[in-house]
């Protein structure tokens, strides 16, 4: 694949290139990379995901970011870079971002001793999956109205409330959690940051089935659940100053660059096979287009690690990288649907079944069926994707954020 994007790499990071490709020849089996490959939504499966971190945590390349005595690799900028490019290229499914991309983070920067050197390494082994109880039934870009309540008894909390669409609630047995212990003032104020075992008494899990017809996200209900004192991060009623911090890894944690130019390359072999129902010129333009956006947005990112690697904070880069990631994104599922033609509009979701194998299609007669599997992903995907603008605070917001920030600079 040739990159518009040309950094001279030295001899030393064309070595560590074809280090990594060697690795990913090794491990990353035909299983994992066709997992990915049929995935419509941004989450792997969680068994598929936990599987490929074990294999990267064998090898020590499990959190390149981090700082090398927590498991960092003290890699360059480039060297990331090129590993993300290559996994991406690869086919690499994508880790689940709540733990190792978010409270992982977090704890590094507001854990204590103790928090740490319990949860860091369940977390890189896998034991412990973690999922994100934010939003409420009322409660969702306007975070800080939430209401799910936390009363002190003793060494305890007892919690009791919903959080809603919870990301792999039903598969996590921990989740990292925005909860009300008092009410003084400003909303953002008497807001906790609190972990909470999802095996406890009292938590229950109902699944939401997306209009693609899977089952990701969940209602999760808390009555009287019972949580240690100790599992506060941060200082009690000050969960906000917590909250902040990890959004901003939410937010702009990830390289959408590399992805996107790799369903823009599948889209091209899709467009060669002879089966697309659109190829016009039209469609054309709009995929050169798209492909000029992700070079400048490839370039923005090289920039954001650099800044990440001198102990930056991703600050509003987070939020624009957020905005031109979910919506470039977008942009291009309306292109792959486009491109599907008769095979896109036959897609047919099971909405019967949560937690199902879903999507459903039904393949029109006298085809090869490169087409109907290209289709199968392409519409399914095009439907997950409308809430990439929405969640980690929608895009709306974000663009409130930068103004507001370019505004006091």
């Known amino acids: 694949?040739?990159?518009?994007?040309?950094?001279?790499?030295?001899?030393?990071?064309?070595?560590?290139?074809?280090?990594?490709?060697?690795?990913?020849?090794?491990?990353?089996?035909?299983?994992?990379?066709?997992?990915?490959?049929?995935?419509?939504?941004?989450?792997?499966?969680?068994?598929?995901?936990?599987?490929?971190?074990?294999?990267?945590?064998?090898?020590?390349?499990?959190?390149?970011?981090?700082?090398?005595?927590?498991?960092?690799?003290?890699?360059?900028?480039?060297?990331?870079?090129i590993f993300t490019r290559e996994l991406a290229e690869a086919g690499a499914p994508p880790l689940s971002p709540m733990g190792l991309g978010m409270i992982g983070p977090v704890l590094l920067h507001y854990g204590t001793p103790e928090q740490k050197a319990t949860l860091l390494p369940r977390m890189f082994s896998g034991e412990d999956f973690w999922c994100q109880g934010y939003s409420e039934p009322e409660s969702g870009s306007d975070l800080a109205s939430l209401r799910m309540k936390a009363?002190?008894?003793?060494?305890?909390?007892?919690?009791?409330?919903?959080?809603?669409?919870?990301?792999?609630a039903h598969y996590a047995n921990r989740m990292f959690c925005l909860v009300r212990t008092a009410d003084i003032g400003k909303p953002q104020l008497g807001i906790t940051f609190l972990l909470i075992?999802?095996?406890?008494?009292?938590?229950?899990?109902?699944?939401?089935?997306?209009?693609?017809?899977?089952?990701?996200?969940?209602?999760?209900?808390?009555?009287?659940?019972?949580?240690?004192?100790?599992?506060?991060?941060?200082?009690?009623?000050?969960?906000?100053?917590?909250?902040?911090?990890?959004?901003?890894?939410?937010?702009?944690?990830?390289?959408?660059?590399?992805?996107?130019?790799?369903?823009?390359?599948?889209l091209r072999r899709f467009l060669r096979s002879g089966e697309a129902?659109?190829?016009?010129?039209g469609l054309r333009h709009a995929i050169t287009d798209v492909e000029q956006q992700i070079d400048a947005m490839d370039a923005q990112e090289l920039q954001f690690m650099a800044l990440l690697s001198r102990g930056g904070t991703p600050g509003m880069m987070?939020?624009?990288?957020?905005?031109?990631?979910?919506?470039?994104?977008?942009?291009?599922?309306?292109?792959?649907?486009?491109?599907?033609?008769?095979?896109?509009?036959?897609?047919?979701?099971?909405?019967?079944?949560?937690?199902?194998?879903?999507?459903?299609?039904v393949a029109p007669a006298g085809n090869s069926g490169v087409g109907p599997a290209y289709a199968a992903k392409a519409a399914p995907k095009y439907f997950n994707d409308r809430a990439g603008s929405i969640y980690a605070g929608t895009n709306e917001i974000q663009r409130n954020i930068i103004y507001k920030l370019l505004a006091t600079a």
């Open 1 to 81: 694949m040739t990159h518009t994007m040309d950094l001279n790499w030295s001899p030393a990071d064309l070595a560590f290139r074809d280090e990594v490709r060697a690795f990913l020849d090794a491990e990353l089996t035909p299983e994992l990379r066709a997992t990915s490959e049929k995935m419509t939504s941004v989450y792997s499966k969680p068994e598929v995901s936990l599987e490929w971190q074990r294999r990267l945590h064998k090898r020590g390349w499990l959190v390149p970011s981090w700082p090398v005595e927590h498991g960092g690799t003290g890699w360059s900028v480039v060297q990331r870079y």
């Open 151 to 168: 009363v002190r008894d003793g060494d305890h909390f007892v919690c009791t409330g919903t959080k809603i669409w919870t990301t792999h």
């Open 197 to 266: 075992d999802m095996d406890a008494p009292g938590v229950s899990v109902r699944p939401i089935v997306s209009l693609s017809g899977e089952h990701i996200q969940n209602q999760v209900m808390f009555d009287g659940v019972r949580v240690p004192v100790s599992n506060v991060i941060g200082a009690i009623d000050d969960g906000w100053t917590v909250a902040k911090y990890l959004m901003e890894f939410e937010r702009g944690g990830s390289q959408y660059a590399p992805g996107l130019r790799t369903r823009l390359a599948r």
């Open 277 to 281: 129902g659109e190829t016009g010129v």
């Open 318 to 361: 987070a939020s624009v990288l957020k905005i031109q990631g979910t919506e470039l994104s977008q942009r291009l599922t309306e292109i792959e649907l486009e491109a599907s033609g008769v095979y896109g509009a036959a897609f047919q979701p099971q909405l019967t079944a949560p937690g199902g194998e879903v999507p459903g299609f």
